[in-house]
């Protein structure tokens, strides 16, 4: 099928109509430095992933020794300022980036991420198509795994592409002449940029309405591309108990996929690497549907509870975000689509760190991420202290560079 590239002419790619902690946590990422753009690989960097590879026996049976392997790298980084990994150094390189990832309460199953590896291109329009791809092998009806897929790295004569939402799926903001957003105030800003480049905002305006791709190539230029209905599993949202929540009409979708965190493996910088894992519960009801600069919904579920909001000193908001949270998890469990609880992820998570200390490694952990924004005092991972974070510790996920469109 044909995908219509707002605003830039068109192109054409298989699978996409014409014409939107998991593994990092919740909340967006920090803002990183500008990006400085392809930069040779630095050979030291280069030379540490290696020995760690080998050290973890993770480069496969067929495999050059160590020695031979570094030479070659070091010889390739020497003539052409980079190098390509083996597959099986990508692969492994994208599961300890997970392990390593200080924000992330769900690292129990780091061994379990799906490579896919899509280093062969770089075109908008294949971009977008397997991203299309990911979104549809990672859903599985609803049995969500966690994927990621790794697109063409920066190399020293020209970038790779870019993703420039911040996730496969988000919904879009529509700002009214009043300052007021139906839909998603966080993404108001891009959801006018869209629009500028060229997408058609849908009619009559919704609160759910799925953004498109916003992805752009080594030249730069910006290309549009929706995603298909069935590459968007959406849960509607219902209460076990309060049936007046279906007058609501909220929904999510099913699979948080990040996709504007560099992937550095080894020096090597994949601008796009597309990964997911499944939904904590509270990401969706204590964070995206409760925050006051979101959804908001904590006013009106406590107006539908009849709680006196009066003042905070009546817990109202406490009471609403529980009832908020339940609905959530209720209609993932009901839909069979896969969601974590914050009581057992907080277990599970120090199940992980206890494997990580038998294995001799370092657990870094941010207190302020992995700690449930809801009853946090009530998990088991509350009330302790973790290893500093480690910026500098690589492979990584890095933070996302300020957007220059």
């Given at each position: ?11 054409t ?19 990183g ?8 690989v ?18 496969g ?5 160590l020695?031979?392997?570094r030479?070659?790298?070091?010889d ?9 990994h083996?597959?099986?150094?990508l ?13 992330c ?7 379990t991420?799906?490579v ?19 979104l ?5 009806g ?56 060229g ?16 992805v752009?190539?080594p ?25 007046w ?6 929904r999510?979708?099913?699979?948080p996929a990040?996709?504007n ?32 600069d979101?959804?908001?919904?904590l006013?009106?579920i ?8 009066s ?7 406490d009471?609403?975000?529980?009832e ?55 998990t088991?991972?509350?009330h ?22």
């Amino acid at each position: 099928m044909t995908a219509v590239v707002h605003g830039y002419g068109s192109s054409t790619s298989e699978g996409l109509p014409e014409q939107r902690c998991p593994m990092t946590g919740r909340g967006r990422p920090d803002a990183g430095a500008p990006d400085p753009g392809p930069q040779p690989v630095d050979r030291d960097e280069a030379v540490e992933f290696l020995e760690l590879v080998d050290a973890e026996d993770a480069a496969g049976p067929d495999a050059e020794p160590l020695a031979q392997r570094r030479a070659a790298v070091l010889d390739e980084i020497e003539a052409t300022g980079t190098y390509r990994h083996t597959g099986a150094e990508l692969a492994f390189g994208a599961l300890v980036a997970w392990r390593n990832s200080a924000r992330c309460i769900g690292r129990l199953y780091w061994q379990t991420l799906q490579v896919r590896d899509r280093r062969h291109l770089t075109a908008p329009a294949d971009v977008a198509a397997e991203c299309v791809a990911h979104l549809r092998d990672a859903t599985r009806g609803g049995r969500i795994r966690s994927s990621i897929t790794v697109f063409a790295p920066d190399v020293p004569e020209r970038p790779g592409p870019r993703i420039h939402n911040e996730q496969l799926i988000r919904y879009a903001g529509h700002r009214s002449p009043d300052g007021t957003v139906r839909g998603d105030p966080r993404l108001a800003d891009f959801t006018d940029l869209v629009e500028k480049l060229g997408w058609r905002r849908p009619e009559p305006r919704g609160r759910f309405d799925v953004l498109p791709l916003l992805v752009s190539g080594p030249d730069g230029r910006p290309h549009l591309y929706d995603l298909p209905d069935d590459a968007v599993l959406e849960v509607p949202l219902t209460h076990p108990e309060f049936d007046w929540f279906t007058d609501l009409r909220l929904r999510w979708h099913a699979v948080p996929a990040i996709s504007n965190m560099p992937l550095v493996i080894g020096g090597v910088r994949y601008p796009v690497a597309p990964f997911n894992g499944w939904y904590l519960n509270t990401e969706i009801g204590a964070r995206n549907l409760a925050d006051a600069d979101r959804y908001d919904l904590l006013p009106a579920i406590a107006s539908r509870m009849g709680l006196d909001t009066s003042s905070v000193r009546t817990l109202w908001r406490d009471r609403a975000l529980v009832e908020l949270t339940l609905a959530v998890q209720h209609s993932f469990d009901e839909a069979g689509v896969t969601m974590a609880d914050h009581h057992t992820e907080s277990d599970r998570f120090l199940t992980h760190l206890a494997k990580e200390a038998k294995a001799g490694r370092s657990r870094p952990a941010d207190w302020t991420w992995v700690v449930p924004p809801l009853s946090g005092g009530l998990t088991s991972v509350f009330h302790r202290y973790y290893d500093d974070p480690r910026p500098e510790q690589r492979p990584a996920f890095l933070p996302p560079a300020p957007d220059a469109l």
